[in-house]
């Protein structure tokens, strides 16, 4: 979605300079046919075995943004009410909908029975009463999908590991069982499926290769028990070329990884939760320059984005690749920093940029996905605009908040 053209920046096909000019920056761009490529991608890859996309809102839960996935079949995997709602909001059909997360409250169960979701990925023994006691009160059954935390070593950065020992996330296959059991005795419980996710940005078929034979030794323990399981939830973590030229997952060889789990459980559909492989590359973070600075021997360029609109640099080290608005130019070694009052506050750190000016734009790649999603309003910075381009037109999806409306809720 981003190139340049006459030594110019494009977003999508239109002139970053004019989309700055119309909607202001920081700016938020999302492109709906590399969204729709990702997808036809990922379901290239994994063929006849048709797994049922669950999107994981949490990645990006902009409603336009998550109508293109909704519009194109996909469920939603969701970790709060506010997600339910969002999800429903965008189009998803609830059916298609599973509800992860460790510490659900009573009401969010509650939404979450009364709209008829698809599952609740259930995270402990005591989730699992409290799931019961609100679906005895609606005297109704909620189907449950246990989520398992099989000790998998995933390979990536340790914030965004969640199926290892150690981690707050899932049960494991023992306490699975027992679950399990407990549902079969509960009139208000049904188990429907089993789940898990291993992290995010996984490059390496060995987790999943592991998870697939976990989930295949617990569907094995479960037979003949009265639970007929109707999906296998590997969750998401799919890789995203962040570094260009950096490893990605081989989603053709974990398609046939799953292909003999799957035969192995016949009845049941594979499930799978991406989020950033679909909405990573589909989105820019737009933004200008406002000074330049030299200290030390270092030199930095203050752009008007920082760590509250995409906060992945700060939290993760993560590296999004840098477009200078101007190609060309003589090369110099620059920090990209926010106006935020923190060190931490960087977009990209010692990368090689043709001398950028005030006034100048930038734009951060791979953006779409725990971009907006993840950003806040820490220093007193309303939050940027979203904007959303299709067939060659751009359209606001979110204005883009107010000093006003900072200080709105607070009495
Ligand atoms: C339960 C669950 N499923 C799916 C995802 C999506 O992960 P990713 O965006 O890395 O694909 C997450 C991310 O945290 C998650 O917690």
């Known amino acids: 979605m981003i190139a340049y053209r006459g030594g110019r920046l494009q977003l999508e096909g239109l002139p970053a300079k ?63 009410g506010g997600e339910i709602l969002r999800a429903l909001a965008a189009g998803f059909k609830p059916g298609t909908i599973v509800y992860s997360g460790v510490g659900k409250t009573r009401e969010e169960i509650r939404l979450a029975l009364r709209r008829k979701i698809m599952a609740f990925n259930v995270e402990s023994r005591e989730e699992l009463f409290a799931i019961e006691r609100e679906a005895a009160k609606l005297r109704i059954v909620a189907p449950i999908s246990p989520r398992i935390n099989a000790d998998i070593k995933a390979g990536t950065h340790p914030h965004v590991a969640t199926g290892e020992a150690g981690n707050k996330f899932g049960v494991s296959p023992e306490e699975a069982l027992i679950i399990t059991r407990q549902a079969l005795r509960s009139r208000h419980l049904r188990v429907v499926g089993l789940q898990s996710h291993l992290g995010s940005q996984i490059a390496s078929l060995r987790p999943y290769r592991e998870l697939l034979s976990a989930l295949e030794r617990l569907a094995a323990a479960l037979k003949g028990s009265g639970t007929a399981l109707e999906f296998l939830d590997i969750g998401g973590g799919f890789a995203v070329d962040y570094d260009e030229g950096g490893k990605i997952l081989d989603l053709r060889g974990l398609a046939s990884l799953a292909k003999k789990t799957m035969k192995a459980c016949p009845g049941a559909r594979l499930v799978i939760e991406p989020g950033r492989y679909l909405s990573a590359d589909a989105g820019v973070l737009l933004s200008r320059a406002l000074y330049r600075k030299e200290s030390f021997g270092r030199k930095f360029l203050i752009v008007d984005a920082a760590m509250n609109d995409l906060a992945r640099p700060a939290l993760y080290g993560a590296k999004h690749p840098v477009w200078p608005e101007k190609k060309d130019g003589k090369r110099e070694k620059t920090d990209v920093v926010g106006p935020i009052c923190e060190s931490a506050d960087f977009l990209a750190r010692g990368i090689w940029l043709p001398k950028t000016m005030p006034g100048d734009l930038i734009a951060v790649s791979k953006a779409g996905a725990y971009g907006f999603s993840m950003s806040s309003q820490y220093n007193s910075r309303p939050r940027a605009a979203e904007i959303l381009i299709e067939n060659g037109k751009a359209r606001l999806v979110r204005q883009r908040e107010t000093l006003k409306e900072l200080l709105g809720p607070e009495i």
């Open 18 to 80: 004019r989309l700055a000019a119309r909607f202001g920056t920081p700016l938020y761009v999302y492109s709906r046919k590399t969204v729709l490529e990702k997808l036809a991608r990922m379901r290239a890859a994994f063929g006849g075995l048709s797994p049922l996309i669950c999107y994981a809102l949490k990645a990006n839960s902009n409603r336009a943004f998550c109508r293109i996935l909704s519009g194109a079949g996909c469920g939603a995997e969701v970790v709060s």
